[in-house]
């Protein structure tokens, strides 16, 4: 036995070296014989945003129902009757026992923004306003809507909004509730870097200005580090233990996780770090170009919007990085370059078999996981197929489940390895980071990279996630214009040139943490972001 659970471990999976002493105690709450346990809760604190970070499944929802007062935590102790006075007891002289003997005495009310926004229309019917006027409960609604830019939408049915209009409607309705204690669980999934900025701004105004309690799970780092005060690592064993820390500064909570050891617990998360470059990767030697395009446009409707393409070569084995703001014609690109859409002006004569994984994911079949993988590639269960696709993209546990009962990170992970599976020349991924937790970003990413130089492949890759972009492009293909009306695609840049490009755009600089190169949103207007935006760099060192 690994002294976690109470005989041996059901799940076979956990090497315990140094049992940290969360593991020691009594867990928060054990669901069951051989169910999950949770160790550890975050701490809510009034005028302030609490991050935690970590993977999906580690318990954070479970806690949450605990911090809400919607379950009695029961201490490890599932065979008897959990009651509000132990739990008091337990956390008596700590920073939460302030927090417990309020929802003891029932006086804490939440507003909670759920993980899958793409849900939300299965539970309300009805037009987008309805949903929001319900909620204005501190008059603050329509500057939510003005500030998130979802006026456009507010007549809309709620089944017609796209990911993104439905995440910023989410917040809105959250975060104009009035109460105690908010949660929102993963703010920037299906938005651009704007979008997620801004969310971030109101979230830390509401906080602030409202001296509210602000609890977030993020797993982009950027905005993650823009948003909390403190941040609680979580960590341990999907479906197995969660382990929830004490507070960190947030700057060390990143850096630690990106580490892969927390200090202060002695804690070994993950055996490699996970590293960030200082400098634009050099210039490398190109490959066979794979196809060389002219000036393209295409324009919708009678000219309600328009997207205007500079040529450029796309090369053999590179993974192009593509940036820019919702609505601004990424995806018409992509479906011009499948075929599926015919340029206005500017011909594309070549064919190109091309892989495409949406944005929006939609297999919902009751067919399993390995049912349907194997139905696209014969290459499955071959071990360098697991090699290459299955492993990096944690899909041994799932090969058994059917499409329809996974997860939003789940599928995503599913429809990656789908994409990748075709045999196809060109891979074109929309927002493969969405519903991912930072983990599986990464080892993504490797899959994504591999692949294109073992493949000879090339693969352009849609993200918003900037640390994300920057492990997996080579060089960069720069969107901008006026979203919904008119855009413009210039043609493939090195890197440095692409994030200047980009950012000088949104006018957000990044300087770079001293201990791990990592890059941080400068405050506008600080010292460091004038001057890098007078030097015109706005990611890279010079
Ligand atoms: P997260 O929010 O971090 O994704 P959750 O708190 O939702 O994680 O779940 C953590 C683990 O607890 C999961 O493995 C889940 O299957 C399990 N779990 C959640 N609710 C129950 C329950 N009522 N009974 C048994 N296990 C549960
Ligand atoms: P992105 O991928 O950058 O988010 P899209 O290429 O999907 O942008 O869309 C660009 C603009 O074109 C949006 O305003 C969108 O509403 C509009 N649009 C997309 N497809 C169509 C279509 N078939 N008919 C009319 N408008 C469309």
Partial sequence: TCGICVEKC???????????TELQEDPVHRYGENSF??????????????????????????????????MVPNLGDYGREATWDAVLDRYRGTELQNYIERVRREDVTI????????????????VTSDLLNSTDERGKLDEYVDRLGIAPVVDQPLDTLS???????????????????????????????????????????LAEEEDKAVLAVEHDLAILDLLADTLHIAYGEPGAYGVVTDPKSVRNGINEYLKGYLSNENMRIRPDEIEFHEHAPRETAKSKPLID?????????????SLDVEGGTIYKSEVLGIVGPNGIGKSTLAKMFAGALEPDEGELNFTLDIAYKPQYIE????????????????????SYWKTEVANPLQLGR????????????????????ATLSEDADLFVLDEPSAHLDVEQRVQATTAIRRYAENHDATVMVIDHDIYMIDLLADRLMVFDGEPSVEGHAG????????????????????????????????????????????????????
């Fill in 163 to 205: 990911g993104g209009e439905l995440q910023r409607v989410a917040l809105a309705a959250t975060l104009s509730r009035d109460r105690d204690f908010y949660f929102l669980d993963e703010i920037s999934p299906y938005l651009d870097i704007g979008q997620r900025v801004t969310a971030a701004r109101l979230i830390r105004e």
């Fill in 111 to 126: 507003a909670r923004k759920p993980q899958y926004v793409d849900q939300i229309p299965k539970q309300f019917d009805g």
């Fill in 37 to 70: 346990a949770l160790y550890g809760l975050p701490v809510p604190e009034s005028g302030a945003v609490t991050g935690i970070l970590g993977p999906n499944g580690i318990g954070k929802t479970t806690a949450v129902r605990a911090l809400a007062g919607e």
């Fill in 491 to 542: 043609t493939p840049q090195e890197m440095r040139a692409g994030m200047n490009d980009f950012l000088s755009d949104l006018d957000i600089t990044f300087r770079r943490d001293e201990r791990t190169q990592r890059p941080r949103i400068n405050k506008p207007g600080s010292q460091l972001d004038s001057k890098q935006k007078k030097q015109g760099e706005y990611y890279y060192s010079p």
């Fill in 293 to 305: 395009y002219p000036d393209l446009s295409k324009s919708y409707g009678d000219g309600e919007f």
């Fill in 398 to 417: 799932i090969m058994e489940r059917n499409l329809d009962d996974l997860s939003g990170g789940e599928r995503q992970r599913v429809a990656i390895a």
């Fill in 10 to 20: 059901p799940f076979d999976a956990i090497e315990i070296i140094n049992l940290p």
């Fill in 363 to 382: 297999i919902d079949q009751p067919m399993r996981v390995d049912t349907f993988l194997s139905s696209i590639t014969d290459d499955f269960g071959t």
